[in-house]
């Protein structure tokens, strides 16, 4: 069939836009798919057809579309105080409530919490703070952060080095001096033969590894994703992160959980780090904080390392927008609303497994070497051979194509690799779970034929 003409709309984007992570020559050729509203776990393109979100949007709409609570939220507060600073010894009320709440919610002694505007700014926060925290207690050469190949943590500068994707690496010169990278317990595509729990220790125990070459008087921070989103939603084995955690206690290096992706209940705990047993010095969160009504982001600090920031004196570092008013209101309204339903409870007593159990139906298919999940995160790997779980060639675009034949059945689902990945709103009813395996499995067949052929 004949390529329809771009729209009006597309035509402009094309002109004017430039997208994030796109191939913008690829996108002008075809148009821009444009989304005009959402409702619940459902959005709708501007030819009318529905959508079902199961990324919630980029990890983050936990409440789905459309919630009136938060909306007033941000009416009310743009009307009183639209926009005030957090600089030079003043607050605001928002701001305030907010950080009480948040440390009220907070794993062990996370009782300070400082604003950002989004994810990224989080993760650079962090190397900020855990740099001028060891300066502070008269070790400044403790400046050396280890993270993991394959790790999201943001796209600015500082972002992108801590994370360990190398296509981003490639772009600007990444990393940054002063980062180093481990490598991730991805256990279906390096485990080799090993069972989970020794592989989980062997890949744990590369931190000891790094932390020694280094010299531990050097490395200031170890930071990492309880599971990996961007990476593919890679859950670690359980031998994993308490082996990590003795590590870092060991050498008295810093533990960092970049909660972006997992906070605000999405893996059935208002953090990841809950269900895993940690205990980090710092934590990072967005996306969920709001439900992606309006940026926000926060870095959660322990006592200890509060206490040696509140010690050294001025901290010279924020932003324009840190705990931006609205956006604080909005994510109080969130927060409430969270309680209210009890959607954390729902996630890890009713939806969460629901989804699990159907999730992993998935696994019978031809194309299906493993499925994997947690909560309302879920992945399952696309195979050329189920015997050996041999992967297809790259050039097949496995991973693309199963992507686009979602797309054409009203399904957003996520290609990473040939790896597929789901994260849908935390308020998804068990038809809407029912509706999305039925169409991630129409998709597969599909995407079965396509590759087969």
Same mark, same amino acid.
């Given at each position: 069939?004949?390529?329809?003409?771009?729209?009006?709309?597309?035509?402009?984007?094309?002109?004017?836009?430039?997208?994030?992570?796109?191939?913008?020559?690829?996108?002008?050729?075809?148009?821009?798919?444009?989304?005009?509203?959402?409702?619940?776990?459902?959005?709708?393109?501007?030819?009318?057809?529905?959508?079902?979100?199961?990324?919630?949007?980029?990890?983050?709409?936990?409440?789905?579309?459309?919630?009136?609570?938060?909306?007033?939220?941000?009416?009310?507060?743009?009307?009183?105080?639209?926009?005030?600073?957090?600089?030079?010894?003043?607050?605001?009320?928002?701001?305030?409530?907010?950080?009480?709440?948040?440390?009220?919610?907070?794993?062990?002694?996370?009782?300070?919490?400082?604003?950002?505007?989004?994810?990224?700014?989080?993760?650079?926060?962090?190397?900020?703070?855990?740099?001028?925290?060891?300066?502070?207690?008269?070790?400044?050469?403790?400046?050396?952060?280890?993270?993991?190949?394959?790790?999201?943590?943001?796209?600015?500068?500082?972002?992108?080095?801590?994370?360990?994707?190398?296509?981003?690496?490639?772009?600007?010169?990444?990393?940054?001096?002063?980062?180093?990278?481990?490598?991730?317990?991805?256990?279906?595509?390096?485990?080799?033969?090993?069972?989970?729990?020794?592989?989980?220790?062997?890949?744990?125990?590369?931190?000891?590894?790094?932390?020694?070459?280094?010299?531990?008087?050097? %490395? *200031?921070?170890?930071?990492? +994703?309880?599971? $990996?989103?961007?990476?593919? /939603?890679?859950?670690?084995? &359980?031998?994993?992160? @308490?082996?990590?955690?003795?590590?870092?206690?060991?050498?008295?290096?810093?533990?960092?959980?970049?909660?972006?992706?997992?906070?605000?209940?999405?893996?059935?705990?208002?953090?990841?780090?809950?269900?895993?047993?940690?205990?980090?010095?710092?934590?990072?969160?967005?996306?969920?904080?709001?439900?992606?009504?309006?940026?926000?982001?926060?870095?959660?600090?322990?006592?200890?390392?509060?206490?040696?920031?509140?010690?050294?004196?001025?901290?010279?570092?924020?932003?324009?927008?840190?705990?931006?008013?609205?956006?604080?209101? %909005? *994510?109080?309204?969130?927060? +409430?609303?969270? $309680?209210?339903?009890?959607? /954390?409870?729902?996630?890890? &007593?009713?939806?969460? @497994?629901?989804?699990?159990?159907?999730?992993?139906?998935?696994?019978?298919?031809?194309?299906?070497?493993?499925?994997?999940?947690?909560?309302?995160?879920?992945?399952?790997?696309?195979?050329?051979?189920?015997?050996?779980?041999?992967?297809?060639?790259?050039?097949?675009?496995?991973?693309?194509?199963?992507?686009?034949?979602?797309?054409?059945?009203?399904?957003?689902?996520?290609?990473?690799?040939?790896?597929?990945?789901?994260?849908?709103?935390?308020?998804?009813?068990?038809?809407?779970?029912?509706?999305?395996?039925?169409?991630?499995?129409?998709?597969?067949?599909?995407?079965?034929?396509?590759?087969?052929?």
């Amino acid at each position: 069939m004949p390529k329809p003409p771009k729209s009006p709309l597309q035509q402009l984007d094309a002109a004017h836009h430039l997208h994030p992570f796109t191939d913008s020559r690829a996108l002008h050729h075809k148009g821009a798919r444009v989304i005009e509203r959402g409702e619940g776990v459902y959005l709708w393109d501007a030819d009318g057809n529905r959508i079902l979100d199961a990324m919630a949007g980029l990890w983050c709409v936990n409440l789905g579309y459309g919630r009136e609570e938060l909306v007033q939220a941000a009416e009310q507060q743009l009307r009183r105080l639209p926009y005030y600073n957090l600089f030079f010894q003043t607050t605001h009320p928002r701001a305030t409530e907010l950080a009480a709440t948040l440390a009220g919610l907070l794993p062990g002694d996370m009782e300070h919490v400082f604003f950002t505007g989004s994810g990224s700014e989080c993760n650079d926060t962090v190397i900020r703070m855990v740099r001028h925290y060891w300066a502070g207690q008269g070790q400044p050469e403790r400046n050396t952060i280890i993270s993991r190949h394959n790790a999201y943590h943001g796209s600015t500068l500082a972002g992108a080095s801590l994370g360990g994707m190398q296509p981003m690496h490639a772009q600007g010169g990444l990393p940054l001096p002063g980062i180093v990278h481990i490598d991730q317990p991805y256990h279906f595509g390096e485990g080799g033969g090993q069972s989970p729990h020794p592989f989980g220790l062997e890949r744990a125990r590369q931190l000891e590894q790094k932390i020694l070459e280094l010299g531990p008087d050097r %490395v *200031a921070a170890f930071i990492g +994703e309880p599971i $990996q989103g961007a990476g593919g /939603v890679i859950i670690p084995p &359980d031998s994993y992160w @308490p082996e990590i955690q003795r590590i870092c206690k060991r050498y008295d290096i810093l533990l960092v959980m970049d909660e972006v992706i997992c906070g605000f209940g999405r893996t059935g705990h208002w953090f990841a780090s809950e269900y895993y047993g940690l205990q980090p010095d710092l934590l990072c969160m967005a996306k969920g904080i709001s439900s992606g009504y309006i940026p926000l982001g926060a870095v959660a600090v322990g006592e200890r390392v509060a206490a040696g920031l509140i010690a050294g004196g001025e901290f010279f570092h924020g932003f324009t927008y840190s705990g931006h008013p609205v956006a604080c209101a %909005v *994510a109080l309204a969130n927060i +409430e609303v969270m $309680q209210k339903e009890r959607l /954390v409870e729902r996630v890890h &007593d009713d939806i969460g @497994p629901y989804l699990q159990r159907a999730w992993a139906s998935l696994g019978n298919h031809p194309l299906v070497g493993e499925t994997r999940g947690l909560g309302l995160l879920a992945a399952l790997e696309l195979v050329a051979d189920k015997g050996d779980n041999r992967r297809f060639a790259e050039e097949a675009g496995a991973g693309v194509t199963c992507r686009e034949h979602c797309f054409d059945l009203g399904l957003v689902m996520r290609a990473v690799g040939d790896t597929m990945i789901i994260s849908p709103p935390l308020v998804i009813g068990r038809a809407e779970v029912d509706e999305l395996i039925t169409k991630a499995r129409q998709a597969l067949d599909l995407t079965y034929r396509t590759l087969m052929n």
